[in-house]
């Protein structure tokens, strides 16, 4: 069966500070990976996806980049954080009944 | 573009029913989508219908599909304070790669 695996579970870092959130997928190959962020407005916001290695697409302009090293890796990074980084980072793969999605990752920039 | 739209809260009792619904834009849905939201939890698909079905029963949950209006709905029977949470409609829209989800309706269950 497929799994996703997410982690950190939360994290705190200072604003400037680097950030690596990793997402990794088991039980499939090739799949589509999503990473999206939850704001204190609740609404999703679709940050980054990807349908291969090395090919990543982005929604929004940010402080924010994609990875994906590997076929089931994708990661999440910045070289400096901002305090409006803040919010809850959920990494999801598109399966054939829609998205499984990983525990997320909250991360609070001080 | 695609857009899909849900009220922000319900509030219940427990024992009733919950109505959740949603109104989506793309007509060229395939699938539709409802998925439940615990307080610092990911995202967990609770059921899902296909586009040329009216209606989709599952224990407690039903599902109600107006293609016509574009109008979707979850009903969920003998609500528990369990239920609470945030349920998102998504919809996938024809070839899509990605889902569009509405921002989420906070169900509150009172005791």
């Known amino acids: 069966s497929q799994t996703i695996h997410q982690w950190p579970a939360t994290l705190v870092q200072p604003v400037g500070s680097p950030l690596s959130l990793e997402c990794t997928v088991e039980g499939t190959s090739n799949p589509n990976l999503y990473w999206y962020r939850q704001a204190a407005g609740r609404g999703l916001q679709l940050l980054f996806y990807s349908v291969g290695i090395g090919q990543i697409s982005s929604e929004v302009p940010q402080n924010l980049s994609a990875s994906r090293p590997q076929d089931r890796q994708f990661i999440l990074s910045s070289k400096k954080l901002l305090l409006s980084d803040s919010g809850f980072y959920l990494c999801?793969?598109?399966?054939?009944?829609?998205?499984?999605f990983g525990s997320g990752t909250r991360l609070t920039v001080v | 573009g695609e857009d899909v739209e849900q009220s922000l809260f319900l509030s219940v009792r427990e024992g009733d029913s919950s109505v959740i619904n949603c109104t989506y834009t793309d007509s060229s849905s395939t699938y539709l989508y409802w998925y439940k939201q615990e307080p610092g939890a990911g995202l967990q698909l609770l059921t899902y219908i296909f586009s040329n079905m009216d209606m989709k029963q599952d224990q407690r949950l039903t599902v109600l599909l107006n293609k016509k209006d574009k109008h979707l709905s979850l009903r969920i029977a003998d609500t528990q304070t369990g239920d609470s949470a945030i349920y998102f409609c998504a919809e996938d829209g024809a070839g899509s790669y990605q889902l569009t989800f509405g921002k989420g309706t906070k169900l509150s269950v009172i005791p």
């Open positions: 999801a793969w598109m399966g054939s009944m829609g998205y499984t």
